[in-house]
């Protein structure tokens, strides 16, 4: 079987197409092979010592045709790769089709416009942007936040923790954002922070455990409720595009904040639509209050010194409110054909 070795080895390197490769590898090592015959073949032969020595010789020959097996099988998979890219390859010098050749005009997500247009609108108003995790420790996502220990969003319904890590978290807000700022800045202040939160929502047409949030922070002295409503009422009438929209602040409850307020905004309904200015209805656009003293003594700050006022608001329901949309669920399913209907502009 070794004088045949040079024989099969010459067939192999000189099969150019894989099928036929496959098929002269079944012939010579495949279950009913010459070289699996061979070595079954060693049960006739009557001494140990000849069955030993035929036995390596068949073994030695069934390597060497495995490894050039394997080696042609390289060589002409690449080959047949080359001639694949080959055929398909694209002159780079050639001018690119237009935008509207291909069909492909993009647009900007009305959730990415909005927040460009919020962004701007803090920014011209001296409000720096700061980040921070998105997994957080119980005292920067509570503690800190002079939220108590039973407080109900500290449950596993209201709050995704980290499996193995009983002190970790999905931060259920970014006023996370604002306490580790204050570790590492001093007032005076204004900040402003926009990212994902996480909470054990259902998912609905108003609801989703992953949306984002909206936060401000602004720490002086001096500073007082008239401010924090002033710099609201601006934001309204800029969003919605419409001068002296009525707002109203509802005194409410948070934590963090002392006295607190929800901020509602007019509206009416024209048409099956929601039109934001004077009319008979009211509209929950927000959270905000002055930051509670035990919050500023918990980042190091004295409140007999300096005080401010903070803000929240989710980013979805703005975007829902402002585009006329209904269903939270669509802003992420990806529709093409909504994207284009609610797509700031193409480009």
């Given at each position: 079987?070794?004088?045949?070795l040079?024989?099969?080895?010459?067939?192999?390197?000189?099969?150019?197409?894989?099928?036929?490769?496959?098929?002269?590898k079944?012939?010579?090592?495949g279950?009913?092979g010459?070289?699996?015959?061979?070595?079954?073949?060693?049960?006739?032969?009557?001494?140990?010592?000849?069955?030993?020595?035929k036995?390596a010789?068949?073994?030695?020959?069934?390597?060497?045709?495995?490894?050039?097996?394997?080696?042609?099988i390289?060589?002409?998979?690449?080959?047949a790769?080359?001639q694949?890219?080959?055929?398909?390859s694209?002159?780079?010098?050639?001018p690119?089709p237009?935008?509207?050749q291909?069909?492909a005009?993009?647009?900007?997500h009305?959730?990415t416009?909005?927040?460009?247009?919020?962004?701007?609108?803090?920014?011209?108003?001296?409000?720096?942007?700061a980040?921070?995790?998105?997994?957080?420790?119980?005292?920067?996502?509570?503690d800190?936040?002079n939220?108590?220990?039973?407080?109900p969003?500290?449950?596993?319904?209201?709050?995704?923790?980290?499996?193995g890590?009983?002190t970790?978290?999905?931060?259920?807000h970014?006023?996370t954002?604002?306490?580790r700022?204050?570790a590492?800045q001093k007032p005076?202040?204004?900040?402003?922070?926009?990212?994902?939160v996480?909470?054990?929502d259902d998912l609905?047409?108003?609801?989703?455990?992953?949306?984002h949030?909206?936060?401000?922070?602004?720490?002086?002295k001096?500073i007082n409720?008239?401010?924090?409503?002033g710099?609201?009422r601006?934001?309204?009438?800029?969003?919605?595009?419409?001068a002296?929209?009525?707002?109203r602040?509802?005194p409410?409850?948070?934590?963090?904040t002392?006295?607190?307020?929800e901020v509602?905004?007019?509206?009416?309904?024209?048409d099956?639509?929601?039109?934001?200015?004077?009319g008979?209805?009211?509209?929950?656009?927000?959270g905000?209050?002055m930051?509670?003293?035990?919050?500023?003594?918990?980042?190091?700050?004295?409140?007999?010194?300096?005080?401010?006022?903070?803000?929240?608001?989710?980013l979805?329901r703005?975007c829902?409110?402002?585009?006329?949309?209904?269903?939270?669920?669509?802003l992420?399913d990806?529709?093409?054909?909504?994207l284009?209907?609610?797509?700031?502009?193409?480009?």
């Amino acid at each position: 079987m070794q004088s045949q070795l040079p024989i099969w080895i010459d067939q192999i390197t000189k099969t150019t197409d894989l099928s036929q490769l496959e098929a002269l590898k079944a012939s010579l090592l495949g279950k009913s092979g010459e070289v699996t015959q061979a070595l079954k073949g060693l049960a006739q032969l009557a001494s140990i010592e000849e069955k030993k020595a035929k036995g390596a010789e068949i073994n030695a020959v069934r390597d060497s045709l495995a490894e050039a097996f394997q080696n042609q099988i390289q060589i002409l998979e690449a080959k047949a790769i080359e001639q694949k890219l080959n055929a398909e390859s694209l002159d780079v010098t050639l001018p690119s089709p237009s935008f509207t050749q291909v069909g492909a005009i993009g647009r900007i997500h009305p959730l990415t416009a909005l927040k460009e247009e919020i962004s701007d609108f803090f920014q011209k108003r001296g409000f720096t942007f700061a980040e921070g995790p998105e997994v957080d420790d119980e005292w920067h996502n509570f503690d800190a936040l002079n939220i108590p220990a039973h407080h109900p969003a500290r449950q596993n319904h209201d709050t995704f923790f980290i499996e193995g890590h009983p002190t970790h978290l999905l931060r259920t807000h970014t006023s996370t954002v604002q306490i580790r700022s204050l570790a590492t800045q001093k007032p005076p202040l204004r900040l402003i922070s926009v990212g994902r939160v996480y909470r054990s929502d259902d998912l609905d047409a108003t609801h989703t455990p992953m949306f984002h949030q909206i936060e401000g922070l602004v720490l002086d002295k001096d500073i007082n409720m008239g401010h924090l409503k002033g710099l609201i009422r601006e934001f309204c009438s800029t969003l919605f595009g419409v001068a002296d929209v009525p707002v109203r602040f509802r005194p409410s409850f948070f934590p963090f904040t002392e006295p607190s307020a929800e901020v509602d905004i007019a509206c009416t309904k024209k048409d099956g639509k929601l039109v934001i200015g004077k009319g008979g209805d009211w509209l929950e656009l927000l959270g905000c209050g002055m930051v509670h003293p035990n919050v500023l003594t918990n980042c190091g700050v004295d409140p007999l010194e300096y005080q401010g006022f903070a803000f929240g608001m989710g980013l979805e329901r703005l975007c829902m409110i402002k585009n006329g949309i209904v269903d939270i669920r669509q802003l992420y399913d990806g529709d093409e054909s909504w994207l284009k209907h609610f797509g700031s502009f193409g480009f």
